[in-house]
């Protein structure tokens, strides 16, 4: 029996942990032994690992309180070193992202070793798994999953040159996510692979039906509901955009038609609430926080909306289609390969003009949206080949 690791943050609301979640709930346990590794233990979402996983104790060296935290970081050289290399990120280089490399990755080698020796040892997420699975793991073979587009992004790639070195495999989750970074990183395009997450309509269809959450009242039953299920990140989910297309629409008499729930929480979240109220937006957008169980607001939508400026390849998109809500998106690097464009979703231009257009087609013509249902219902989102692809990545077979 292989004995594998996966190095995740925490079970926390995501695409990434529900990305985890399917894989761990695929994976034959008759094959492999496997252990978790969270940085932090507890998140709301921790319930639902398969029992035969073992979750290590939490990896965070600060976890017995603030001052203890406080005093352990200001007592470092590299703790300061670090932080002073991602304010000048931050400030100077208004790269917010690669600051959060930096402080990330100083925490994973201020961190403890992994017991024990792996088989395989797995990142399923860029940032602190990155960096833990390269500098803190012991293991034959080390296969680092990144979600996110290098290119469209502010991450930067040279930032991770140096973990990348002890990697065998790095798993891009789109096509274009691959080129992109064969193109960014070529001194480490022959390590990069692509495969798909897997997504099971299981999970996510009994996920869905845990409950009928209240929504906010539509003035009339023509109204259609658009439902956005992400963190409130201007920079990254766009939903300035989407707010400001609304302004648009109802400057010529259209954003009556549609109503726009969101769905999370995110440190964007008051000054979205005060540009709503600012517009007098407040009978048309809700913002109503982080819920434990998304899945079932977003299966009360008419259509899922996702304004990002870019992406790797959310989860949030696919879980839409399972449940038979079209998604309208951006056209993020992956879009088109997650959505038939006019036939089970919609793919705007990637700017704010493609939102505002975008949305002023579905207010004009909502019975579009009846065709992309029936396509949804027909498709099979069952994919056995990449159930099967990251079971060779894992035997070192890719």
């Known amino acids: 029996m292989k004995k594998i690791l996966i190095v995740y943050t925490e079970m926390i609301i995501g695409g990434a942990t529900s990305a985890l979640l399917s894989l761990l709930h695929s994976l034959d ?10 940085y932090s233990n507890g998140g709301i979402r921790q319930g639902e690992i398969p029992k035969e996983v073992h979750i290590l104790p939490e990896a965070d060296p600060y976890t017995h309180g603030f001052w203890q935290k406080a005093a352990g970081k200001l007592l470092s050289p590299c703790y300061l070193v670090a932080k002073g290399r991602a304010i000048w990120q931050r400030v100077v280089k208004k790269k917010p992202l690669s600051a959060v490399q930096i402080m990330t990755c100083q925490a994973a080698k201020s961190g403890q070793r992994a017991n024990g020796q792996y088989d395989t040892a797995i990142s399923f997420l860029e940032f602190w798994p990155l960096y833990y699975l390269a500098f803190q793991v012991e293991a034959r073979r080390k296969v680092a999953w990144i979600h996110i587009d290098y290119k469209k992004s502010t991450l930067s790639v040279n930032l991770d040159e140096e973990a990348f070195a002890f990697l065998d495999n790095i798993v891009l989750v789109s096509r274009q996510c691959l080129e992109n970074f064969k193109e960014l990183c070529p001194k480490f395009a022959h390590k990069a692979i692509w495969t798909e997450n897997i997504v099971s309509p299981e999970l996510i269809r009994r996920g869905a039906d845990k409950g009928i959450p209240q929504l906010p009242s539509k003035k009339n039953p023509q109204v259609l509901r658009l439902i956005t299920v992400s963190r409130v990140d201007f920079s990254h989910k ?33 000054s979205f ?126």
């Open 29 to 38: 346990y008759q094959k492999y032994s496997v252990d978790l590794q969270l």
């Open 273 to 398: 609430q005060e540009l709503i109220a600012q517009n007098g937006l407040e009978s048309l957008i809700f913002p109503i926080g982080m819920k434990p169980e998304p899945l079932p607001y977003l299966k009360q939508a008419d259509a899922f909306f996702l304004p990002s400026r870019y992406e790797g390849k959310p989860i949030s998109v696919t879980e839409a289609q399972i449940l038979g809500v079209p998604p309208f998106t951006c056209a993020y690097e992956s879009a088109y390969e997650q959505i038939r464009d006019g036939i089970d979703g919609r793919v705007f231009e990637n700017s704010g003009e493609g939102v505002y257009k975008g949305l002023k087609e579905l207010a004009l013509h909502p019975e579009s949206l009846q065709s992309l249902r029936e396509n949804l219902k027909r498709r099979d989102f069952r994919d056995r080949e990449a159930v099967k692809a990251i079971d060779r990545i894992i035997m070192g077979e890719a």
């Open 238 to 270: 766009g939903l300035d955009r989407g707010l400001d297309a609304f302004c648009r629409l109802k400057e010529e008499g259209l954003a009556e038609r549609l109503q726009w729930i969101v769905v999370g929480d995110g440190g964007d979240m008051a």
